[in-house]
């Protein structure tokens, strides 16, 4: 089996294992890669910083806030992942897990209905894989994300409306806890409920076997519109009337960012509207937003595995790009557009994001509306994902080269501010967080859901299963 990503130590670990009674293999990088050698199968790759490999496998997405890593796995079997965090845990060194761009073996179960899928495989694995097989599952939409990590945080997908999250798909997983035990859990296990919205903390999962289900419709369509930012009222009145609750067949996505040979000095909005089961999308949904007047319409049809590339986040999409650049998003679940506040967002973005000059020219503001049934068709309380009933995500990501603490602390300023006036115009009180676009500075309330039942079932599985807060990297729990 070819196993998934890498499992990284981190942070000052080294350091403190010096100043303890750990064993003396504990005191250096070089004595621990020397334990793990020993113990890991042939297979296995062990880094340390200053090679190539290592820059290679840990390298992220985003430049922003990266952790310090003193050591890197790749493992190349499950037994692997078990003795990296059992040694990891003699020397009492953190861990993080991550996956992201490490491809591994997709093995589709023999009944139809469920495949296993190892714990480093990215979406478009997943999906490519089983298309080939007449199936296909809800995975996250881009590319080059792997299949998990969306999947702990809930995760959300094309085929939402019909079967719901990501998360809501799995039939078992396979864990190894903190203590490098290896267990399969399922719907009969407390753990359950956590793992399906908060999975992150809990553990490494080294692979998942979800539900997966016969294609249906092999024709998508999409209809792209392009509007100048003076259209923002219009476009977002008429998503509110024509594209709120959404059939399970259709997905509204927009984004607002710089298309220099559209608009030199403000962004753009692009309006996606996608139909499943079709070769257009449905003119009672694109007429409206035709009326409007935009700058473009343009009309695709193909199949599911378009999808990806049409939106721009395929693999070989900027999106997708692990570029040396800082990303930050911050996230905001509403239940439907406030126009007021979408002109005030636009406005402040457009000011200081707008034309090339500026250090965030590469940035996006992201508005996802997908079809909600699947989701909301499942008992909000039976998982820890805690926001079924919003219809919306909406993001700001800004995207700049970093050159430092100032720039950074700019980024913060205009994106909590940009998330604010959304938040403010959403009604609700308390904000409404998706945990995996979370910028870092919501609380876990924001993240894991304001009721005082999640709060502390979290923390009292948490006690239970990582008492020592090894995977504590992630959006955690406390
Ligand atoms: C370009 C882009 C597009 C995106 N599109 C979507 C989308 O369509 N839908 C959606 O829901 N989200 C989407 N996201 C957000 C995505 O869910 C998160 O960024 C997610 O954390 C990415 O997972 P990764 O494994 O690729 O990244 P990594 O950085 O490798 O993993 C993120 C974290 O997940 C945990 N983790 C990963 N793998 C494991 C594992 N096997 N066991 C235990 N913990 C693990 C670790 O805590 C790790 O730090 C997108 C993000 C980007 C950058």
Request: charged share 20%.
């Amino acid at each position: 089996m070819r196993q998934f990503g890498v499992a990284l130590l981190s942070a000052c670990a080294f350091c403190a294992a010096s100043h303890n009674s750990y064993p003396a293999d504990c005191e250096s990088p070089e004595g621990f890669a020397q334990v793990l050698r020993n113990s890991l199968s042939s297979a296995a790759a062990i880094y340390l910083p200053g090679s190539e490999e290592f820059e290679e496998v840990t390298t992220r997405w985003s430049e922003f806030s990266t952790p310090t890593v003193n050591l890197a796995v790749v493992p190349a079997t499950e037994n692997d992942v078990v003795e990296t965090v059992r040694r990891a845990n003699v020397c009492g060194l953190p861990i993080l897990a991550f996956n992201g761009v490490h491809g591994s073996s997709t093995t589709l179960a023999q009944d139809g209905k469920t495949a296993t899928i190892g714990g480093g495989t990215s979406s478009k694995t997943v999906t490519d894989t089983l298309w080939a097989s007449g199936k296909q599952t809800v995975t996250g939409t881009c590319e080059c994300v792997s299949y998990l990590g969306p999947a702990l945080g809930g995760g959300h997908g094309w085929l939402q409306g019909h079967h719901g999250l990501v998360a809501d798909q799995f039939v078992s997983l396979n864990i190894i806890f903190a203590d490098g035990t290896l267990k399969t859990i399922d719907s009969s296990s407390d753990l359950w409920w956590a793992m399906k919205g908060a999975g992150h903390n809990f553990g490494i999962v080294t692979s998942v076997t979800a539900k997966v289900y016969d294609i249906e419709h092999r024709d998508w369509a999409i209809e792209t519109l392009t509007f100048s930012g003076d259209k923002v009222e219009a476009v977002y009145e008429a998503a509110n009337r024509y594209l709120s609750n959404l059939p399970a067949e259709i997905t509204n996505w927009s984004w607002w960012l710089n298309e220099a040979d559209v608009d030199p000095d403000r962004p753009i909005i692009l309006f996606f509207i996608i139909q499943e089961g079709a070769t257009i999308v449905d003119p009672a949904y694109v007429n409206p937003f035709r009326d409007i007047g935009p700058i473009s319409s343009e009309t695709k049809s193909g199949s599911y595995r378009d999808l990806a590339t049409w939106t721009l986040i395929a693999v070989d999409s900027a999106p997708c790009q692990i570029a040396g650049r800082a990303n930050t998003r911050f996230p905001v679940y509403v239940r439907e557009y406030n126009v007021t506040a979408q002109r005030e967002a636009y406005d402040i973005f457009a000011a200081n994001v707008g034309g090339a000059n500026s250090p965030f020219s590469g940035s996006t503001f992201l508005f996802e509306g997908y079809p909600q049934g699947g989701v909301q068709g499942i008992d909000s309380d039976s998982t820890a994902f805690a926001y079924r009933s919003d219809s919306l995500l909406i993001a700001v990501r800004l995207g700049y080269e970093p050159t430092g603490k100032e720039l950074d602390d700019q980024a913060a300023q205009l994106g909590n501010q940009l998330r604010d006036i959304i938040h403010r115009g959403s009604g609700y009180k308390d904000l409404h967080v998706y945990v995996n676009y979370a910028y870092g500075n919501e609380k876990p309330e924001g993240w894991y859901g304001y009721e005082r039942w999640r709060q502390a079932r979290l923390k009292e599985l948490k006690h239970k299963y990582d008492p020592q807060g090894h995977f504590n990297f992630y959006a955690p729990i406390e």
